[in-house]
């Protein structure tokens, strides 16, 4: 089946991002985001796909002082948060060509990439809004051939709607960000779902995390 253009890819991760509204978490952040703030004397952060705010919401929860921006394509969810943190700065706009010209401390973004038309034109545009002393968290998925598939994109069975691409283990995840990265840490965790009071883990599904330093 033809792949869509670019545009067609944008417009559907919009209407779906319009639609879906995030769950309500709670405000802790998790320790690798601690480790992050604490150990590296972070005064601004970036969180590209920033959806409905939970990260943005712990992160002004345990550091209100640290200025923070986002990046979503859905409307709903900027004018959302630009009520919620006036002060702060929020944008719609495409990921992978924000066209900021602002640089920041941490570039964070959980579960996007896996969105967009091109990653490596993330990765490209993660690297540029990075301080060159900055840190870089992303996160992925990780597709096994045994996974149990419950959407089809484009003619592909896929884990999530609107995935443009699925990474096959965590080292074709972590191989795209080699040329401009310095891999400090990455782990793999299966995905669980709590269905009926059991807790199951859905077989061949895992989320991949790196954390990551500018290559000088």
């Avoid at 709607?161 to 283990?169: A, I, Q, S």
Wanted: proline share 5%; hydrophobic share 35%; aromatic share 12%.
């Amino acid at each position: 089946m033809k792949k869509l253009s670019k545009d067609k890819i944008l417009e559907k991760n919009k209407e779906y991002s319009e639609n879906f509204i995030q769950p309500s978490a709670d405000l802790s952040l998790p320790e690798y985001m601690k480790d992050i703030f604490n150990n590296n004397n972070v005064k601004n952060f970036i969180d590209l796909g920033c959806g409905d705010g939970i990260v943005i919401s712990a992160v002004k929860n345990k550091y209100p002082k640290i200025k923070i921006s986002g990046i979503d394509i859905s409307p709903r969810r900027i004018n959302s948060l630009k009520k919620r943190f006036p002060r702060d700065n929020f944008y719609v706009k495409d990921v992978c060509g924000t066209k900021l010209k602002q640089q920041y401390e941490f570039v964070h973004s959980s579960q996007v990439i896996e969105h967009v038309p091109f990653d490596k034109e993330m990765v490209k545009e993660m690297s540029r809004l990075l301080t060159d002393n900055g840190v870089l968290f992303c996160s992925s998925v990780i597709k096994k051939p045994w996974a149990i598939y419950k959407y089809r994109n484009n003619g592909r069975f896929v884990l999530g709607p609107t995935h443009e691409r699925e990474y096959k283990d965590k080292k074709q995840f972590l191989n795209l960000f080699k040329k401009d990265f310095k891999l400090i840490k990455s782990w793999q965790i299966p995905v669980s779902r709590d269905i009926l009071g059991f807790h199951i883990i859905i077989p061949g599904y895992f989320l991949v995390f790196g954390i990551w330093k500018k290559r000088n």
